[in-house]
């Protein structure tokens, strides 16, 4: 089954895991996609953190904190994602088809100026059905297909194969990924 990896810093990632954020703006992403996206939370401060079944963040470790309180640097959650729309910028103000700036901005938890300035042109990915992981994954876990040339000598062409490749470096922003079906 294909699915997405995307990597997200910790502050956003902590509105997402909360419920508050419902909407993720990415300049590029497939219009055409629908299915799991997994959330990869960057290993930069801040340190996203859960306690009492509530994600935080903090740029202040302490050191008694036990193992396995900080996320940063692993697949924490992953979400459906049904509808992707266009951001379109009418009298100067920042929205889509079915949302208004103010709607936008506030399922976004992206301020209304920064709507204006730094999301326009871009896709605005709603998600819903958050499974937050009880053990967070390792990029190990996941799977891609690297095409490779295959050259069988001088009586046939050259083709591609694809190979099934582990994921071993996060994405800059977002990677196709292909995960085993769940049995139910």
């Not at 009418?90 to 100026?113: A, G, P």
């Not at 069988?152 to 079906?181: H, L, N």
Request: aromatic share 14%; with cysteine.
């Amino acid at each position: 089954m294909k699915a997405i990896l995307m990597s997200i810093r910790p502050q956003h990632l902590v509105n997402i895991l909360n419920g508050k954020k419902t909407i993720e703006l990415r300049k590029r992403f497939p219009s055409d996609f629908r299915g799991w996206v997994y959330l990869y939370c960057t290993k930069a401060k801040p340190y996203l953190c859960r306690f009492f079944g509530r994600y935080f963040i903090t740029d202040y470790l302490d050191p008694e904190v036990k193992d396995g309180l900080v996320k940063n640097g692993l697949v924490v959650a992953r979400v459906w994602v049904y509808n992707i729309e266009e951001t379109i910028t009418i009298n100067w103000d920042t929205q889509t088809q079915t949302l208004s700036e103010f709607e936008l901005s506030v399922r976004s938890c992206v301020s209304i100026k920064d709507l204006n300035n730094d999301f326009v042109d871009s896709k605005a990915i709603d998600i819903s059905k958050l499974e937050i992981f009880d053990k967070p994954k390792e990029l190990g876990e996941f799977y891609y297909y690297k095409k490779r040339l295959i050259d069988c000598g001088m009586d046939c062409p050259p083709y591609f194969d694809e190979v099934k490749t582990q994921v071993r470096k996060a994405p800059q922003s977002w990677q196709y990924i292909y995960i085993e079906e769940e049995k139910l």
